[in-house]
């Protein structure tokens, strides 16, 4: 299983990304799928994460601001950022939970991709 995560970059303050990552391998089904960030020297947190029936929770500091979203069919999560500012600074990890024949249900990581918000 790999998830692969796209999209990051440098942006302006108040300017906006939207992040993608694309899940892949042999899966049989996909649960709750989410975005992490962590910025230097501080904790892996959640920022928003999204259920397979769509039920959607962010971190209160993205809230009106960021929307996350999934495509089933492309086993695809995206993270639209808007208006963002200097402390969205971060490197942002994909996660998903996924069911493996044998395996069962476990989490999986993407490679994580940056997101630099500087005039």
């Known amino acids: 299983v790999q998830l692969v995560e796209s999209g990051g970059g440098l942006v302006q303050p108040g300017g906006s990304l939207r992040l993608s990552c694309a899940a892949s391998?042999?899966?049989?089904?996909?649960?709750?799928m989410g975005w992490y960030r962590q910025a230097p020297g501080k904790q892996r947190e959640l920022v928003a994460a999204i259920t397979r029936d769509d039920s959607t929770n962010y971190v209160d500091s993205v809230k009106g601001r960021f929307s996350i979203s999934r495509d089933n069919a492309k086993r695809t999560v995206y993270l639209q950022m808007n208006s963002l500012k200097p402390e969205d600074t971060a490197a942002y990890y994909c996660?998903?939970?996924?069911?493996?024949?044998?395996?069962?249900?476990?989490?999986?990581w993407g490679q994580g991709t940056q997101v630099t918000v500087s005039s």
């Open positions: 996660n998903a939970n996924i069911y493996r024949i044998i395996v069962g249900w476990r989490d999986y």
């Open positions: 391998g042999d899966i049989v089904s996909i649960n709750t």
